[in-house]
C-alpha cells in the first residue's frame, strides 16, 4: 500500500450514483482525500446539504438557479467560510477552485461540458464519470488536455479497466479494445417483446445500481455504444478495432488485446467504487477492506455477440463516432432527449432509437461540421435537442433494425 496519495477533490454531481460512491470511499480513507467543492444539480437539497456540514467544502454550487437562495438559508449556521454559487458559473467556479487537483465528474449529461472544459484549462486532473461530456466534446477536449497536461482518469468501470490493462504496455502494442456489456434490463427478454416493455422493466438493472438515464442507456446498450466512443477519444482506438461482448457476469470489466494476441482482463465485482477509487488515486493503489472477487462463487463467465436487431442503438453510436465532428454530440443530445422522452411517458422504449436516427439523418444534410469548435458542439448539441423534442416517431421506419 502507497500513502503518499493525498488529494483535495471536488465532486460534481455529488448527490447522485457516483458522487455518493466518491463520497464512501473518501469516508474510508480520510487521509489520503479531502472534499474542498462539491456541486449538484439542485433537485436533493436535503441531501446536499449534510453533505455540505459533513464535508465542510470551501466552495459550493448548485446548477438551479432557482435553488441558490434556499441553499443560503439553509446553510446560514455554517460556521466555517464556504463560498456559495449557482448556474454554470457557479459550477465553473467550482471545477476549478485554486486549491483543488482534481475533480471528479460525476453529472449527469452534456450539461457537465463547460465545467469539465474549465477545470481543464485550469490545470486540474479529471476523475471522469461524466461520459456524455467528451462523447459530444472529444474534438475539443482531446487537444485541451495535451495543451494543459492533465490527466484524464477514467471512472467508467470499462475504461478503468482498459486503462488498468494498459498499465506497462509499451506504446503501440495495444491492437484491439474489447468492452464488455452486461446486456441491461432486456438482455433475455425476446425482441418480440420489446415493443411492449415499460419504463419500470427498463429501469431494473441485472447487475449495477445506477442512476435512471444511464440504466436507461444500458437497456438500449446505447451505454455501450456511448463508451465505445469514449473509448475512441480516452485511447485513440480506432472504431474498427473496438470490440463489444455481451458478458452477462460483469465480472470482467473490458480487455485489451495486445499486438502479439495476448489478450489482458481486469477483473472484480460489479462495484463502481473499484474503479471509482483506482482514477482518484492512480498511479497508486490504496489498501480497502472490500471482499475478494470468489471466482469459484461466480462459476462462470460466458461471452456472446450482440445482437444488433434488438439493439440498433450499438449500430447507430458506432456510426457517428466513425462520422466524427459533430455527429458523437448529436448523437448524444438525441439520447438524452429521447430518454427524457420515455421516462415521460411520451415515446415508447423502441422510438428511443428512432429519435435518434432520425435526428442524425436530419444533422447530416444540414449543420454538420467536420473539426467543430467549442461553440459548434454547444450549437449542435442544442440543435439535436429541439430536432429530438420534436420529432413524432410513430410512423418512422428504422434503416437500422428489423425490429421496430
Ligand atoms: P445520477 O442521476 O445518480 O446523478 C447525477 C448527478 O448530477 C446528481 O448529483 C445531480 O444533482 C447532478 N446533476 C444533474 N443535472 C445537473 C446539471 N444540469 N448541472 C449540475 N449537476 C447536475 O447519475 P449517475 O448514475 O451518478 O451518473 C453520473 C454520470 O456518471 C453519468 O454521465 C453516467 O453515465 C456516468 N456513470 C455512472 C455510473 C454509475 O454507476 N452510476 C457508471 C459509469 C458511468
Ligand atoms: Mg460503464
Keep these: 500500500e502507497n500513502v503518499k496519495v493525498h488529494r483535495k477533490i471536488v465532486v460534481l454531481g455529488s448527490t447522485g450514483s457516483i458522487g455518493t460512491q466518491t463520497l464512501e470511499i473518501v469516508d474510508a480513507r480520510p487521509e489520503n482525500f479531502q472534499v474542498v467543492g462539491l456541486a449538484c444539480g439542485g433537485s436533493r437539497l436535503d441531501q446536499f446539504v449534510s453533505q455540505i456540514r459533513k464535508y465542510q467544502p470551501k466552495i459550493v454550487a448548485v446548477s438551479d438557479m432557482s435553488k441558490v437562495q434556499e441553499l443560503q438559508t439553509l446553510l446560514k449556521d455554517l460556521d466555517y467560510d464556504c463560498q456559495i454559487g449557482g448556474g454554470e458559473q457557479g459550477l465553473v467556479d467550482c471545477a476549478c477552485f485554486p486549491e483543488s487537483e482534481l475533480v471528479v465528474t460525476g453529472i449527469v449529461g452534456c450539461a457537465g461540458l463547460i465545467p469539465t472544459v474549465a477545470a481543464i484549462k485550469a490545470g486540474k486532473d479529471i476523475c471522469l464519470a461524466n461520459k456524455e461530456t467528451l462523447i459530444a466534446g472529444g474534438p475539443v477536449i482531446a487537444p485541451l488536455v495535451e495543451k494543459h497536461r492533465v490527466n484524464v482518469l477514467p471512472a467508467d468501470s470499462e475504461h478503468s479497466a482498459i486503462f488498468q490493462c494498459l498499465q506497462g504496455v509499451p506504446n503501440g502494442a ?5 468492452l464488455t456489456a452486461s ?5 433475455d427478454t425476446p425482441v418480440e417483446d420489446l415493443p411492449y416493455v415499460t419504463l419500470k422493466d427498463a429501469l431494473k438493472h441485472p ?3 445506477m442512476g435512471a438515464k444511464i440504466t436507461i442507456d444500458s437497456a438500449t446498450l446505447m451505454n455501450k455504444g456511448l463508451e465505445v466512443i469514449e473509448a475512441h477519444f480516452l485511447f485513440g482506438t480506432a472504431y474498427d478495432n473496438i470490440q463489444v461482448v455481451v458478458h452477462p457476469q460483469s465480472i470482467i470489466h473490458s480487455m485489451i488485446e495486445l499486438c502479439d494476441t495476448s ?4 477483473m472484480g465485482w460489479p462495484d463502481m467504487r473499484l474503479p471509482l477509487l ?4 492512480w498511479p497508486h493503489r490504496l489498501l480497502l477492506p472490500y471482499s475478494s472477487l470468489d471466482l469459484v462463487k461466480v462459476g462462470t463467465l460466458s461471452f456472446k455477440e450482440p445482437d444488433r436487431n434488438k439493439y440498433p ?4 453510436a458506432y456510426e457517428a463516432g466513425k462520422r466524427g465532428g459533430t455527429m458523437p454530440a448529436v448523437l448524444n443530445a438525441a439520447n438524452e432527449e429521447a430518454v427524457f422522452r420515455f421516462r415521460n411517458n411520451e415515446i415508447s422504449y423502441l422510438e428511443i432509437a428512432k429519435v435518434i ?5 436530419r444533422h447530416e444534410i444540414g449543420l454538420f461540421v467536420e473539426q467543430p469548435s467549442l461553440d459548434d458542439i454547444l450549437h449542435a448539441d442544442q440543435w439535436a435537442r429541439s430536432v429530438a423534442r420534436d420529432f413524432s416517431p410513430k ?10
Design 183 to 187: 446486456g441491461g434490463a432486456f438482455r
Design 174 to 178: 495495444l491492437s484491439k479494445i474489447i
Design 263 to 266: 489478450v489482458i482482463a481486469q
Design 207 to 209: 447487475n449495477w445500481t
Design 395 to 404: 410512423l418512422h421506419v428504422m434503416k437500422h433494425s428489423a425490429v421496430a
Design 357 to 361: 436516427e432520425y435526428t442524425m439523418g
Design 313 to 316: 442503438c450499438l449500430d447507430l
Design 278 to 281: 483506482y482514477a482518484m488515486s
